[in-house]
């Protein structure tokens, strides 16, 4: 099943890179650019931390509140 | 490269909290700069074509888009200074907002920074969630009100709070079929008068289900649900299969408030809000001074809400700068804090108040919406039904059973014949003797919890008046069908009169004349 649209990961790549080591947020996204996608992880991040929290039992609370970095939407290249 | 503008005050986001906030700032004689990522302003509201509940200090009754166009006109009269088309993407050192449009970045420097960029939707991942046809309440909304697309003709919602019981409704206005609702908790989480709505127009309403799959090729063609057990999982052997070509996912809303998150202010959590929320002083201040936040940014809530939050850190920010002392400040201040604290008296005062069964009838999970949570009496207006047949005057018959901050129905009555008072969650109570059944509070009232029962109309028949905001309208002296609480019909009607005045806002009254034995349990008309 596809968790994250943009990126297309699926949640058995998100199960894999939680398997070896992912322990937040940041952490899936560097394993498998989930959450790095067209809309910057506004669908999928509630679902990342929702499986994180369920296969590790960190409290999705605690994964949410990650601090977030700019930018918020993608930058095309042209313009900046 | 980068043109770095200044202002004193920016404020991100033109909804309600933001559109609120630059002109409390801007009446101040503060410069404020609004900027938003859509061609026009207005946020949410410019999608919403329901009357908004509420007091009528917030436009109560009026339909969400217009509440938006008045404050979209007071905002230009006083010189806003808008920046339409215009993302951004972050914010950095010394209050500078990078900002970004089709063509060029700049930078804004701002004194003060007001957050007020709304909430988003939540996803709900299942097989075949990606298919085609699956879409957020939102989506479905900006295709029917914004670009006039039906999104599909055989609709599953999924989720019952008020977004779904909304969008749901107005997707049938727009011509859609709602094939169901389903809601996963054991009751539905939105208003009363909302899912009523729904129900009298024989929409199916299953709590403790929610969908399992999505099955179709290419695009959407057929939504599994299934019942869940009290810790929300799918029970086996209770899946059904609807065929439906959309399903539309209102499964809550997260504020989005990342700016303030990435500028480093600090966040709590506060699940009756939706998430995460920026930790807040009395004037909407973050931790961090100079940077505030307000509206659905703040804790997802409405609009009304968002309004004055707005309006406090307008006022704040303003006054931050020395352009309003703070005596007056306080005062300006205190004037928003007490309407919101009399709005947010709904979250302390319980919804559970069942809905009155006039015929002592009390639907299974499965025919309707369950709203019962205790077995108290049904409100006074009720235990007058053996009296209704001897009534000698038209008479309104209010159902609306729950404590929700809404009152149009009293400030719309010209004869005052109808009180809620203070606080705003209080049930509206009738006094016959006052009213004249003129019928106004019947189009005024947003969850079209009211009729009008005429039992003097002729020797056998009763006159009832309904609220109708479907296309096509019956004509004087069409037959229609005469419905109740959960849409079926109980007889034959004819369409006596219909008033559908400027005034109505499109929301026409419709008299039909029914058997007197069933007037008291008619509440609505469907055209056959
Ligand atoms: C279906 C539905 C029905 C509703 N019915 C009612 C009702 O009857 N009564 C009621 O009181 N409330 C109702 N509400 C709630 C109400 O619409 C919201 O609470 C209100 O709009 C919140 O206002 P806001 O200003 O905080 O956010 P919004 O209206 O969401 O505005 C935020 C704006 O900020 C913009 N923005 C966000 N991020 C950026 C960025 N980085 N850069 C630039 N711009 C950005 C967004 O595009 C948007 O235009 C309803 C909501 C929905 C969805
Ligand atoms: S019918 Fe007219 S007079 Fe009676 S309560 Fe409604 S608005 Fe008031
Ligand atoms: S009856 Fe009054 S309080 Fe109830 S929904 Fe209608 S207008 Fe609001
Ligand atoms: S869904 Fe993951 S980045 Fe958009």
């Known amino acids: 099943m596809l968790i994250c649209r943009c990126e297309e990961i699926t949640e058995e790549e998100i199960i894999e890179a939680i398997r070896t080591g992912a322990r937040s947020i940041a952490g899936i996204r560097r394993r498998t650019r989930a959450g790095m996608g067209l809309c910057q992880g506004r ?21 949410l509140s990650e601090t977030r970095r700019p930018p918020l939407r993608p930058l095309k290249l042209n313009i900046l | 490269m980068d043109r770095i503008k200044t202002t004193e005050i920016a404020i991100i986001g033109a909804g309600p909290a933001g559109l609120a906030a630059a002109i409390e700032a801007t009446k101040a004689r503060a410069r404020a700069t609004l900027i938003d990522e859509n061609a026009r302003p207005g946020g949410q509201l410019f999608k919403q074509i329901h009357k908004f509940f509420g007091s009528q200090a917030h436009g109560a009754g009026v339909r969400g888009f217009q509440i938006g166009q008045e404050l979209c006109a007071e905002a230009e009269k006083l010189g806003v200074e808008l920046l339409l088309n215009t993302t951004v993407y972050g914010l950095f050192e010394g209050r500078v907002l990078g900002l970004m449009n089709e063509h060029k970045t700049m930078s804004l420097k701002a004194e003060k920074i007001i957050i007020a960029t709304g909430a988003t939707e939540n996803a709900l991942p299942f097989p075949g969630w990606t298919l085609p046809g699956v879409m957020t309440a939102g989506a479905a909304q900006t295709m029917m009100n914004i670009h006039r697309v039906l999104p599909g003709k055989r609709v599953l919602m999924v989720g019952g709070g008020n977004v779904g019981l909304i969008v749901a409704y107005q997707l049938m206005q727009a011509g859609a079929e709602l094939i169901a609702l389903v809601e996963a908790a054991s009751q539905i989480g939105g208003y009363q008068v909302h899912a009523a709505k729904l129900e009298r127009a024989g929409a199916k309403i299953l709590t403790s289900h929610s969908i399992k799959e999505a099955r179709g090729k290419n695009h959407v063609e057929s939504a ?5 057990n009290p810790g929300w999982q799918p029970i086996e052997g209770t899946e059904r299969e609807f065929e439906v070509d959309t399903i539309c996912l209102s499964v809550g809303l997260t504020p989005l408030a990342e700016i303030a998150l990435m500028a480093g202010c600090e966040f709590r959590y506060a699940k009756e809000r939706g998430g995460h929320v920026p930790v807040l002083d009395e004037d909407m201040q973050t931790t961090l001074s100079g940077i505030y936040v307000a509206g659905d940014a703040a804790g997802v809530d409405e609009a009304s809400i968002a309004m004055e939050e707005g309006r406090i850190a307008g006022i704040a920010a303003a006054e931050s700068l020395g352009y309003i002392e ?38 299974g999970e499965d025919g309707g919406a369950k709203y019962f949570r205790s077995e108290s009496p049904p409100p006074d207006f009720m235990e007058c039904n053996d009296s209704i047949a001897a009534l000698h005057s038209p008479i309104p018959i209010i159902e609306c059973t729950q404590y929700i901050p809404c009152n149009p129905c009293e400030t719309s009555c010209p004869s005052h014949a109808i009180i809620v008072g203070k606080p705003i969650t209080n049930l509206p109570k009738l006094d016959p003797d006052k009213c004249t059944g003129c019928g106004i509070c019947i189009a005024c009232c947003p969850g079209l919890a009211i009729v009008l029962l005429d039992m003097t109309f002729s020797d056998t028949e009763s006159l009832v008046t309904i609220p109708y905001e479907y296309l096509p309208m019956p004509r004087v002296s069409d037959e229609v069908d005469a419905v109740n609480r959960y849409g079926e019909t109980l007889c034959k009607a004819k369409v006596i009169r219909i008033r559908n005045p400027k005034s109505f806002a499109k929301t026409a009254l419709v008299s039909i004349a029914v058997p007197k034995q069933v007037a008291i349990e008619v509440k609505g008309i469907m055209i056959v």
């Open chain 1, 43 to 63: 669908t999928c991040r509630r679902l990342l931390a929702g499986i994180l929290a369920r296969e590790t039992g960190i409290p999705s609370d605690d994964i």
């Open chain 2, 224 to 228: 599994v649900i299934a019942k869940l």
């Open chain 2, 326 to 363: 703070s005596k007056q400040a306080k005062i300006l201040k205190a004037e928003s804090k007490n309407r919101l604290f009399e709005l947010k008296q709904v979250e302390h005062s319980d919804l559970s108040r069942p809905v009155p069964t006039q015929a002592g009838r009390r639907r």
